[in-house]
């Protein structure tokens, strides 16, 4: 994961940013507090542990790219930023009162070890905030439709919701709430599913190299026609059936919160 997350750093502040929106959902399942503790494990390059941390709270950022957390230290030296993994945190028991986890479930590498030790670090009723999408939700994007195998490699990596579930309740977490997020056109966040509302989006060089899917499970040539199909589609008006062939009931992304048992 770091060597990923540390050939796509370079760039990738030029396209991800905090989405205001889903900083105000964040804070709002947090809710930090003035003179507590907080972690973002997964951080990257700190765009959202700096935004989250205006609440209130003292914040740290942990992430196993030392490039993103260069770049994180470059912008926002005030805060705290260390590498480790979900698995392996720099931290000593029962340390912070809370954690977000925004987009990083699919890179650890043992969930239910991961949960463990964020239950460690946790001073009882600790909570845990985490941003993330399933598999089933996944196999609702238009993107299926272009990039087949992509989709198909970004879904095989990410965990279920019954697999974060289980691997919370099995780390010692009682689950506390889900909430269903849907792609809002005004996301200002360039993850996998921005262009959702704006396929044209995906036609953009620099914005693709923020997405992991696209820098690292990618096949160039399924690429490079998907992009040929899609530009192809937006010009004609195609691309509005196939947008319309897809179903989204069951969202795009999920809140889930759990609290430390």
Not at 15 to 32: C, E, F, V
Not at 90 to 106: C, F, N, R, Y
Not at 228 to 240: H, N, P, T, Y
């Amino acid at each position: 994961m770091s060597a990923k997350y540390n050939r796509i750093g370079k760039n990738y502040n030029q396209t991800r940013k905090a989405d205001p929106y889903l900083a105000i959902r964040m804070i709002h399942h947090l809710q930090p507090q003035t003179g507590k503790n907080y972690l973002d494990i997964g951080c990257g390059t700190g765009n959202y542990t700096h935004k989250i941390s205006q609440a209130g709270g003292v914040f740290m950022g942990v992430d196993p790219s030392q490039r993103m957390l260069d770049a994180a230290r470059e912008r926002h030296p005030q805060i705290k930023w260390q590498l480790g993994t979900a698995e392996n945190l720099p931290m000593e028991d029962e340390s912070v009162d809370g954690v977000i986890a925004s987009l990083t479930l699919h890179h650890w590498e043992d969930l239910e070890k991961g949960f463990k030790e964020l239950q460690r670090v946790l001073k009882p009723e600790g909570k845990i905030v985490i941003f993330t999408s399933t598999p089933e939700q996944m196999e609702g994007y238009w993107r299926n439709q272009y990039f087949p195998q992509m989709m198909k490699d970004s879904c095989h990596q990410m965990p279920t919701e019954e697999d974060v579930r289980s691997a919370a309740l099995k780390g010692g977490f009682a689950l506390q709430k889900r909430e269903i997020y849907e792609i809002r056109p005004d996301l200002q966040d360039g993850f996998l599913y921005v262009g959702k509302h704006e396929p044209q989006r995906y036609l953009d060089p620099q914005l693709r190299k923020g997405i992991s899917s696209f820098s690292a499970l990618a096949h160039q040539e399924e690429v490079k026609q998907g992009l040929q199909d899609l530009q192809k589609d937006i010009e004609s008006g195609a691309i509005r059936n196939v947008m319309a062939s897809f179903d989204h009931q069951k969202g795009d992304y999920l809140f889930i919160i759990a609290k430390k048992s």
